[in-house]
C-alpha cells in the first residue's frame, strides 16, 4: 500500500472529492498552511491525519512533508486539493510501490469546465508525485516544484485528474498572478544561457522545459503562447473549454511579461 499528502489552504470546497478519490487508502494526510474555512474539519472527519505548516513555496511543503510526518508506509503520493486520484492510478501505485527507483513521474489529465482538454494543457505534461520517503527531494522552480537533480524516476501510465476550473475564472486569474511575480522573479536576469541542445533533447519533460525558458526571450509572448497553445498544439480540438483556457494562459503570460518589466526596471 502507499500513503498519501494532500497540501491544502481554505480548499472546503475542493476537499471532498479529493479525499473521496483516495477513501480506500488507508494513510491519508493533509498538510494545512492555516485555512480559516472548514478545510481541517473537513479532513479529520474524512478520517484524514491533519498537520499544520506556514506555506513557504511548494517544494518546501512537500519536502516537510516527506521527513516530519511519521507515513505509514514508504511510498507517498502528493496530491493538490484540486486533484483526484483515478482507481486506474491507485491500482498501479499498489503494484509498483516498492520498484527500485526514487520516484515515479505522473502525468495530470487536466479538466476545464468539466471538459479533458488534453491539446491545450500538453498532455501528457509529467510530474513527480509518486515518491518514497523520506529520500525523495523537490526543488521549487517559478510557481511550482520539480524533482530535486540526482534521483532515479519511472513514469506511471495511470493519470491524475486536475479541475482547473474548480474555482471559477477569476480565481484562476488571481492565482496566476501570484504565479507569474514567482515565475518572473526566477527569470529575470537569466535571459542567457538557453539550452538550445535541450529543445531537441528524446525526453519529453527537458523538451517541454527548454521550450518554456526559451519563451521568455520571445516577443509578443501572450500572443504567442495563444498562437502555440491553440494552434500548434491542437488546442482547438478541445472546443469552446480549450479556445476560453487558452485566453486565460495568453492573459497569464502577460502578467508575466509586466512583471519581468518591473523587475528589470528596479535593477
Excluded at 527537458?206 to 521568455?216: D, N, P, V
Amino acid at each position: 500500500m502507499f500513503s498519501v499528502l494532500i497540501l491544502t489552504l481554505n480548499e472546503e470546497r475542493n476537499l471532498p472529492a479529493c479525499l473521496a478519490s483516495v477513501r480506500e487508502c488507508d494513510d491519508v494526510v493533509v498538510l494545512d498552511s492555516g485555512s480559516t474555512d472548514r478545510t481541517v474539519e473537513l479532513a479529520q472527519a474524512a478520517g484524514a491525519r491533519v498537520f499544520t505548516r506556514k506555506f513557504d513555496d511548494f517544494a518546501g511543503q512537500r519536502n516537510y512533508g516527506q521527513t516530519a510526518i511519521p507515513f505509514r508506509h514508504a511510498w507517498v503520493f502528493h496530491l493538490d486539493a484540486d486533484e483526484q486520484m483515478t482507481p486506474e492510478l491507485i491500482a498501479e501505485c499498489k503494484a509498483q510501490a516498492g520498484a527500485g527507483v526514487d520516484g515515479f513521474m505522473v502525468a495530470p489529465r487536466m479538466l476545464f469546465r468539466g471538459r479533458w482538454i488534453p491539446h491545450c494543457t500538453d498532455y501528457p505534461a509529467y510530474q513527480a508525485r509518486f515518491v518514497r520517503a523520506p529520500q525523495f527531494r523537490f526543488i521549487q522552480v517559478g510557481h511550482g516544484q520539480r524533482e530535486a537533480p540526482g534521483q532515479s524516476l519511472g513514469q506511471l501510465k495511470a493519470n491524475y485528474l486536475h479541475d482547473l476550473s474548480a474555482g471559477g475564472e477569476d480565481e484562476w486569474l488571481e492565482k496566476h498572478r501570484r504565479y507569474a511575480r514567482a515565475e518572473a522573479a526566477e527569470h529575470a536576469g537569466h535571459d542567457a544561457g538557453i539550452p538550445w541542445s535541450d529543445l531537441f533533447a528524446p525526453d519529453r519533460v527537458r523538451r517541454r522545459r527548454a521550450l518554456k525558458r526559451l519563451s521568455y526571450s520571445l516577443p509578443f509572448r501572450p500572443t504567442l503562447r495563444f498562437l502555440y497553445q491553440y494552434g500548434l498544439r491542437g488546442g482547438f480540438l478541445d472546443g469552446g473549454p480549450g479556445f476560453r483556457y487558452c485566453r486565460l494562459l495568453a492573459q497569464y503570460e502577460g502578467f508575466a511579461v509586466a512583471e519581468l518589466r518591473r523587475l528589470r526596471r528596479a535593477t
